[in-house]
């Protein structure tokens, strides 16, 4: 019953590195998605997916980039990391229907901080 | 202006109090409202969700949506220290999984229930 899992759970990088966040799902959803969390911000949209090959910007994309090659997995890039970016990222999954009983799962988290 | 607000408290009650939380909203397109639980360290999980005006309740929680006066509430009776976690507000226009590209939160707002 592992649900959305995230990967790492913390991560500390320098100015300018780059890495992989790690979202995967096993309760077969097709929308996943990438939100950032941030005092007095609360969550906000990077990027989203509603299948495999399809991707769409969020709210705030800017510096991020993603694909998704597979219903499970939807990594989440840094290129090029800047102290902005530091922040607990989560990632979301849920089914893609027009039902309200389709709730968002959320994974655990990865909290990243950036020197 | 953001489209959601909500008091980020923090807000602190003893045991068995009635705790009110709201957020309210300015865009007249959203119907779907949901409050969603936070606990230290975790994803959000979703508490309760409402369509249009009206009321919902769920054992200790209720819901209340007023769309005249753009404002929501999520009453808990009885508080427990269990209930003490981070509460955020999210609405969209749109139903179920097709609207998570264009969910709003609220910034949340941190609750303490002490014994």
């Known amino acids: 019953n592992a649900g959305v899992t995230q990967t790492p759970k913390f991560q500390v990088l320098k100015t300018g590195q780059s890495m992989t966040l790690q979202c995967a799902q096993d309760m077969n959803h097709e929308y996943m998605s990438w939100y950032r969390q941030d005092p007095g911000m609360g969550l906000r949209l990077i990027h989203y997916s509603v299948g495999a090959g399809i991707t769409d910007q969020g709210e705030v994309p800017n510096g991020y980039n993603v694909s998704r090659s597979t219903t499970e997995d939807f990594p989440l890039r840094l290129l090029s990391a800047a102290p902005s970016q530091t922040s607990v990222y989560f990632c979301a999954s849920s089914r893609l229907t027009t039902s309200y009983n389709s709730p968002l799962h959320f994974g655990n988290g990865t909290r990243l901080t950036v020197t | ?115």
Not at chain 2, 60 to 67: C, E, G, I, L, P
Not at chain 2, 78 to 98: K, R, V
Request: charged content about 15%.
């Open chain 2, 1 to 115: 202006q953001k489209e959601v607000e909500q008091d980020p408290g923090p807000l602190s009650v003893p045991e068995g109090a009635i705790v009110s939380l709201n957020c309210t909203y300015s865009n007249s397109a959203f119907q779907y409202f949901m409050w969603y639980r936070q606990y230290s360290r975790k994803g959000p999980e979703l508490l309760m969700y409402t369509y249009s005006s009206g009321n919902k309740e769920d054992g200790r929680f209720t819901a209340q949506v007023d769309k005249s006066s753009k404002y929501i509430s999520l009453f808990i009776r009885d508080s427990q220290p269990s209930d003490s976690a981070t509460y955020l507000c999210a609405m969209s226009a749109l139903a179920g999984g097709t609207s998570y590209g264009k969910l709003t939160f609220g910034q949340g707002t941190i609750l303490t229930v002490h014994p």
